[in-house]
């Protein structure tokens, strides 16, 4: 079946460190895979997203490259800020279906900078 | 406009209160979500509308139903609810096209229930 693993938290990192948050995923042919971001008190909000294999997904600052060959879509940012504070969850979305198919989230993970 | 909105943002109901989630958006989604969010977890999925119908409900108790009253609207119609019932309600929409492919969904910001 379809699942998505992401590292254990909480993630607590000092400002300016480099982060990574690691996600594999198991699914059959090419998933659009994601990273959405929660904020402390609010809902999700989309923060990147690739469609198909080699694909990079940026945004803000964050990235990560979908590795078809390695199964992961891991979650890297060069230099993180007070401001990132939040949960990241890394999803996936089947292929084969329509687009409104079931979203498959990771556990998430809990990051908390410190200044 | 790229935005969901819900209300209320904040509920405290009864074990015998009748109340509704109620949620929005106008990006011409013509696909729309309800989700649970119990604390540290990732949400669940509840119930799916495509073109204002009903396409998918994951066996979710009929204490909670929902309802889509036009494209842009989406109700979460609430009675005789459990304390465990408590959690945050997130609401999301998306296209709906019949091949994947980059139709991301967009989340509300919740509506924290607590059930006394």
């Known amino acids: 079946g379809n699942s998505v693993t992401q590292m254990e938290g909480p993630v607590t990192l000092s400002e300016e460190a480099f982060l990574t948050i690691n996600c594999t995923y198991t699914?059959?042919?090419?998933?659009?895979l994601f990273w959405y971001v929660q904020y402390p008190g609010e809902g999700l909000q989309l923060l990147l997203k690739a469609t198909k294999a080699d694909d990079k997904g940026s945004n803000k600052g964050f990235e990560a490259t979908y590795r078809k060959e390695t199964t992961s879509f891991h979650l890297e940012k060069g230099s993180v800020q007070v401001s990132d504070s939040a949960v990241y969850f890394c999803a996936l979305r089947p292929p084969g279906y329509s687009s409104a198919s079931k979203i498959i989230f990771g556990s998430g993970t809990r990051l908390s900078i410190r200044p | 406009d790229t935005e969901v909105t819900q209300t209320p943002k904040h509920l405290v109901m009864g074990m015998t209160n009748k109340k509704s989630l109620k949620c929005e958006q106008h990006?011409?989604?013509?696909?729309m979500y309800w989700y649970k969010q119990k604390a540290k977890k990732p949400p669940e999925l509840m119930f799916v509308?495509?073109?204002?119908?009903?396409?998918i409900n994951e066996s979710v108790p009929s204490r909670f139903s929902p309802e889509c009253p036009n494209s842009s609207l989406l109700n979460l119609h609430l009675h005789a609810l459990q304390p465990e019932d408590s959690a945050l309600y997130l609401c999301?929409?998306?296209?709906?096209?019949?091949?994947?492919?980059?139709?991301?969904?967009?989340f509300g910001p919740g509506t924290r229930l607590t059930v006394l």
């Open positions: 509308y495509s073109y204002e119908k009903l396409s």
């Open positions: 990006m011409g989604h013509r696909a």
């Open positions: 999301a929409s998306s296209r709906w096209e019949m091949t994947s492919g980059d139709n991301e969904q967009f």
């Open positions: 699914a059959t042919g090419y998933p659009s």
